[in-house]
């Protein structure tokens, strides 16, 4: 993380605290994207910012002791979903590193909408839910893992992605990754694992 992450909390699963303490900590603002509002409050934080619809808020009581100013209501009826609607108000105020934090279970159709975000800009870099950490990366990188970790490589939309691995029980060597070829339920050997990416960009996926 930079000294620049916001947080984006938005409805579904989440991790425990444990988690993402540490990405809590590291960052200096957070939205609630609707009932994201929920998960935060039971993660110990209280968002600066509310935005959504409350259409699936819970805490209707503890958003009203927040002032005016800290939330922005949209109506049920529009073109984005809260998350996005997110992902534009940090974009607008230059915030570049985006964690995303909820989003698990829940709909399939949630779960595709948050998916595509990866797939466009401004994008979340990391994203937590209940049982996954959720990383796009575009570029070499080392991750830290625990051995005997389930690893997943997916491209990222459309667009094809070419990458070698260092850790894996199943290496990757100058492999084409898209929307045919991919890496499902992999392994880490160690703890560290070490991607090197010649073109695009995949979501790597770490079962906690």
Known sequence: MNTRTA?????GKGPSPDNVDKV???????????SGWDL?????????????DMDSLEDHDGLKQI??????????????????????????RKYRDIVLIG?????????????TLFSRSPRPSE???????????????????????????FACGRDEAELSTSGLK???????????????????LSERLNIRIKKGAVLVILNY
């Open 7 to 11: 947080l984006i909390f938005t409805g």
């Open 24 to 34: 809590i900590h590291g960052a200096v603002f957070s939205i609630a994207a609707d």
């Open 40 to 52: 935060a409050k039971r993660l110990g934080i209280e968002p600066d910012i509310f935005i959504g």
């Open 67 to 92: 002032s005016d100013d800290r939330k922005l209501i949209f109506p049920i009826d529009k073109d984005f979903t809260d998350t996005e609607l997110a992902l534009k108000y940090l974009n607008e």
């Open 103 to 115: 989003g698990g279970g829940g709909r399939i159709d949630h779960l595709m909408a948050i998916i």
């Open 127 to 153: 994203w937590y839910t209940s049982r996954e950490l959720v990383l796009y990366i575009d570029h070499d990188r080392e991750i830290s893992c625990s051995p005997g970790q389930t690893i997943s490589i």
């Open 170 to 188: 199943w290496e990757l060597n100058n492999s084409v990754i898209n929307e045919t070829f991919f890496s499902i339920s992999n392994t880490a």
